[in-house]
């Protein structure tokens, strides 16, 4: 399946998990209704002298007792939705609330520890071949377990949690396997799907809680037959019940998409001994990939391996078993799990320490750090990569080898105080400020001056001395770096996000025009931070149809058409080349806009309402986007910087493009 079909089968699966639920809550409703009925009658028959009421008259027993049904189903849904609204609030933060909850400590962007260093290298470079941006990365000390997990609404706000275990058992092709199974996790949609599941497992064992407190609620009269305690030792049962739908749920939603998670990261990382080891090291190593943690099993589901035992003997577990999971990657596998030996510990250790050493400069990039002029100019021009616009679509949502080579390289590549800047919240700011510097040095230090007034001067300076290096960087390290910078952004304080919010408003149209990919840029960054911020945008679907959405695509393909030519027969000739793609409805006109109809206003509302239509509409703007952009048959580097970064906004992560051996 393409990105796009993966994104619908999770929304598929998402319709799934609202019918599991509702069958849940309907059994739950049916089986309290029955207890209470039953509790209440044996009560109602010891007040009244035995089966004979104050009259004499027989007390009889019926089961449609519409007061207790009623009584019971509100209390149900009270109890279920209630307890979920609260779990799916407390969540809300996205991936770093799920790290917290499991006990996970924010690992420093500066960290010096040759474990941690190891696993940010490897969660920057899938990011970077990913295009998507750097996740929070978080490890979850107390674990000895070797496991893992991704959470998050969004790309925005997404983290990825590792165990001590994790990082100190795995080598590196080991753990990138781990990762990569993560990160398929972020492209395939299921993140959101998790958060989703751990808030409605939340509110069915709530019912548990609610009987615990009944049970030692007393009458203040002590000649009443409180019914009370009864009824709580019945929703203690009962949790039981909701214990087992939740895990049913876990294990019907979960189980398939391991393999895939499985699948998509030996695609990534072409290297099935990666993974095939880590999981090998979970069924030799004593601790496997158990949790300690006392929320372990209501995110079980969303880790990389099993985090509990086996429940009723493995028919409701939530991943395959190891052995099945190996198979499916390595068939060559002889089905043994050696002892674990000391020396491979130490080897593990060893390769570590090369991650904290200073890596040759790679020559696959070319000069991407260095200032070019004349000739050599012309001749890196020539060396840019030449993308085809059928090649465009196919890569949203994908990662390859290359692409994981091709990442490493850069961030290699890039100037040390960039990478630095990028791991410093406010030297991050700066680095984003840098980009969107002038090249006309008088203006340039115009909006440096005004920049010093908006926020300090220092950063004003830090902005100035990232800036020469930031210049020569190519256009295909931008987006990258960008991403690099988003994970230091998410540790802003309010405060200081309100600021640079501001100020990166003020830089984007400071020389009297916006250029489209610096709104572009612009509206990537607020929108990955919005969620830790306030205000997130809505991610639930709104739109099935293309037909409403055509003026906003007419937009966008306009925009796209004005940016690469100022002829009016190639902008019509470009738009006309992508217009077909669209697959819009024959009655709804799709007209080529005038250059000040699709202004940066018009674009960004465009663009919001797109982000909520299903993954088809989408698909096919995307595709028509780069027929527009391509309509000369190719596409040049910074053209498909723009793509890419229409593509974030529309939350279809694009990997750098062109990339090739």
Same mark, same amino acid.
């Given at each position: ?10 929304? &598929? ?11 849940? #809550? ?220 939740? &895990?049913?749920?876990? +294990? +019907? ?57 086996? +429940? ?237 959405? #055509? ?31 669209? &697959? ?78």
């Amino acid at each position: 399946m393409d990105f796009f079909a993966r994104q619908e089968q999770a929304r &598929r699966n998402t319709k799934w998990l609202v019918l599991y639920f509702i069958v849940a #809550v309907v059994l739950l409703i049916v089986a309290i209704y029955f207890i209470s009925l039953v509790i209440f009658a044996g009560v109602q028959a010891k007040t009244h002298h035995g089966n004979y009421n104050y009259n004499d008259v027989p007390v009889e027993f019926v089961l449609w007792n519409p007061k207790i049904f009623f009584a019971s189903t509100l209390g149900v849904l009270a109890v279920i939705f209630l307890g979920s609204a609260y779990k799916t609030n407390e969540l809300s933060a996205g991936g770093s609330a799920v790290a917290t909850l499991m006990g996970g400590r924010l690992v420093s962007q500066n960290t010096i520890n040759t474990n941690e260093r190891k696993l940010l290298n490897v969660v920057e470079e899938m990011s970077i071949a990913a295009g998507v941006p750097m996740p929070q990365v978080y490890v979850l000390e107390n674990e000895r377990g070797i496991n893992a997990f991704a959470a998050g609404h969004t790309t925005g706000d997404a983290a990825i949690g590792v165990t001590r275990g994790c990082i100190e058992m795995l080598t590196r092709d080991e753990l990138q396997g781990v990762i990569g199974h993560e990160f398929s996790h972020i492209l395939n949609g299921d993140m959101k799907l998790n958060l989703r599941l751990i808030g409605i497992i939340f509110g069915l064992l709530c019912l548990a809680t609610i009987g615990r407190i009944l049970l030692y609620t007393r009458s203040s009269n002590s000649r009443d037959k409180n019914p009370l305690p009864l009824l709580g030792i019945a929703l203690i049962a009962l949790g039981a019940i909701g214990v087992f739908f939740g &895990r049913l749920i876990q +294990a +019907a939603v979960s189980r398939q998409r391991e393999f895939l998670a499985d699948a998509s990261s030996v695609q990534f990382t072409r290297n099935p001994s990666g993974l095939s080891g880590a999981l090998q090291k979970i069924g030799r190593f004593g601790f496997g990939s158990k949790l300690e943690s006392e929320h372990a099993p209501d995110m079980c589901h969303m880790f990389f391996g099993n985090g509990l035992g086996d +429940a009723f003997f493995g028919a409701m577990a939530t991943h395959p078993p190891i052995p099945d999971r190996i198979h499916a990657i390595d068939p060559a596998w002889d089905g043994k799990f050696p002892p674990l030996k000391p020396e491979q510990v130490e080897t593990v250790k060893r390769a570590a320490l090369g991650e904290l050493r200073p890596s040759p400069m790679p020559q696959i990039l070319g000069n991407i750090g260095v200032a070019l002029t004349g000739a050599a100019a012309l001749e890196e021009a020539a060396r840019q990569p030449v993308i085809r616009t059928n090649t465009v679509l196919s890569s949203v949502g994908t990662v390859s080898t290359l692409h994981l080579k091709y990442a490493e390289q850069l961030r290699d590549a890039l100037p040390e105080n960039l990478k630095a800047a990028a791991r410093q919240p406010i030297d991050a700011t700066a680095l984003i400020y840098a980009l969107l510097l002038d090249a006309d040095e008088k203006l340039r230090a115009q909006q440096l001056a005004e920049i010093a007034q908006r926020t300090t001067n220092s950063i004003s300076e830090k902005t100035a001395a990232l800036y020469p290096d930031v210049a020569v960087v190519a256009n295909r390290a931008r987006l990258p770096l960008v991403n690099l910078a988003l994970g230091a952004l998410r540790n802003l304080t309010t405060t200081e996000f309100k600021q640079f919010a501001d100020t990166l408003e003020w830089l984007a149209g400071s020389d009297g025009k916006i250029q489209l990919f610096e709104f572009v840029l612009q509206k990537i960054i607020l929108r990955h931070l919005a969620s830790k911020f306030g205000n997130p945008p809505p991610t639930a679907v709104q739109f099935y149809t293309l037909k409403p959405l #055509v003026p906003d695509c007419a937009v966008i393909l306009s925009a796209l058409a004005n940016v690469g030519s100022n002829d009016a027969g190639e902008i019509q000739k470009a738009f006309a080349a992508g217009a077909p793609f669209l &697959r819009a409805p024959v009655d709804v006109p799709l007209e080529l806009l005038p250059a000040k109809n699709c202004g940066v206003e018009e674009l960004d509302a465009a663009l919001n309402r797109i982000a909520l239509a299903v993954p088809i509409i989408k698909k096919n703007l995307l595709e028509a986007a780069a027929r527009v952009v391509g309509a000369d048959g190719v596409i040049l580097e910074a053209e498909a910087e723009l793509l890419r970064a229409i593509a974030d906004t529309l939350d279809c992560p694009m990997p750098p493009l062109g990339v090739s051996e």
